[in-house]
């Protein structure tokens, strides 16, 4: 490799066997920074990330994780102690739901390739730590990741992306050897994020371009002159050139979850705005009792298809009650929604027992474990009240304004 070489694959015999294309050097500056670009569920990069590191020697190994995917993935147990309360608090349960099904989607994978997801990752911090060589976790947090992809698409988006990704959960295909072949030598995660760009460039914006640009930020941020970093094979080519540059993140840009915009505020505010302002004025147009008529439609059209949700969700009887008599009062905020009051007192009526968490990922795989499972039947009576007030605001909302024009026309 010539000196003029900025970066470019190792030498494939510094790599003893391994692929030279999984292996960059890259020059920034006088520091040497060697790029390992990595199957996120492949033996070949748990033997190749070993080996760089050890022939290496660097000053710090950076890896691809932040500190809490670190800890769940060093731990095993850190899902079991999340305070399902906060969760909803925040009103972060789509994004924990969407968390779970790529987690067991990286886990079937691994189960059909024999090598559990993020082991690589792992055994780049069991490396340094023997060799007493410091480790920086350079991923951005993957709350923020998931929150920022979640706002960056649309509601119908939402849907499709929460369809698509379930769909890869539940179908098992059976899978040749030729096919493992192939997936052990592919990032399989940033395939499946690159895919999901192709539909949706803002999500691919937000996976893989914004974390390219926050892992080089990191990598350069990172102590020592000789470093080895260990990311996804996906990200290896949108990272070169930021290094090669020297070029920094806006991090405070790429860290933030952005507000929802005014216009979309205001559009969540309409609806209930519009449904009380028709219900006031058939009040004054058309009497009290046809006033009282058209609030009792409003109720109905809520509280029965949120409680045929919750049934089939096979909820908690104070879940479903919860859900049936809140619907018609958050349809008309968009502060909160009745699938977060259903699921709330599905979790104070029948929490989750711990083996719920320890199987969590193959229940997702088996649809007929979601009801089985309380937590999953958590997901399930959250997402199915849901869809039911939100039907019930179409066929509510259209009954109250088509007797508002009935009225006016007599």
């Known amino acids: 490799m010539s000196q003029d070489d900025s970066s470019a694959p190792i030498d494939a015999a510094r790599t003893e066997g391994a692929e030279e294309s999984d292996v960059h050097l890259v020059r920034a500056g006088d520091r040497e920074i060697w790029l390992v670009g990595t199957a996120h569920v492949s033996q070949r990069s748990v033997e190749l990330v070993r080996e760089v590191i050890e022939r290496e020697r660097p000053d710090v190994v950076c890896i691809e994780l932040d500190a809490g995917r670190y800890e769940a993935l060093s731990q095993e147990k850190r899902f079991a102690e999340q305070d399902l309360r906060e969760v909803m608090r925040k009103k972060q349960l789509a994004t924990l739901m969407l968390n779970l099904i790529l987690a067991s989607y990286q886990r079937r994978l691994g189960l059909k390739l024999g090598v559990a997801p993020g082991s690589e990752l792992l055994e780049a911090a069991k490396v340094a730590d023997r060799l007493e060589i410091p480790i920086a976790l350079c991923d951005r947090e993957v709350r923020v990741t998931l929150r920022r992809a979640w706002q960056s698409i649309s509601w119908w988006q939402r849907v499709r992306l929460l369809s698509e990704l379930l769909a890869s959960v539940i179908e098992s295909p059976d899978v040749s050897e030729e096919d493992l072949a192939r997936l052990r030598n592919q990032d399989v995660v940033s395939e499946v994020m690159n895919e999901l760009g192709r539909m949706m460039p803002d999500l691919k914006r937000v996976l893989i371009d914004e974390r390219d640009a926050y892992l080089a930020h990191k990598i350069l941020e990172a102590d020592g002159r000789r470093i080895v970093a260990v990311v996804g094979a996906g990200h290896v080519e949108g990272m070169k050139g930021r290094l090669e540059r020297g070029e920094k993140a806006d991090l405070a840009e790429i860290e933030s979850i952005p507000p929802d915009s005014v216009a979309w505020k205001l559009a969540g505010w309409s609806v209930p705005a519009s449904i009380v302002v028709a219900i006031a004025w058939i009040a004054l147009t058309q009497g009290p009792q046809a006033a009282g008529e058209n609030v009792a439609i409003w109720f109905l059209a809520h509280a029965v298809p949120t409680a045929l949700g919750g049934l089939i969700a096979l909820g908690h009887p104070m879940a479903i009650a919860a859900g049936a008599f809140s619907s018609p009062f958050t349809a008309l905020s968009p502060l909160i929604g009745a699938g977060h009051v ?62 508002l024009v009935e009225g006016a026309g007599r």
Not at 372 to 397: A, E, H, K, P, Y
């Open 342 to 403: 259903a699921a709330f007192a599905q979790l104070w009526a029948s929490p989750p027992l711990v083996s719920d968490f320890a199987t969590v990922g193959d229940d997702l795989a088996v649809a007929r474990r979601w009801w089985q499972s309380r937590l999953m039947r958590i997901f399930l009576v959250f997402v199915l009240t849901t869809i039911g007030s939100s039907l019930g605001t179409w066929v509510g909302g259209l009954g109250v304004l088509r007797n």
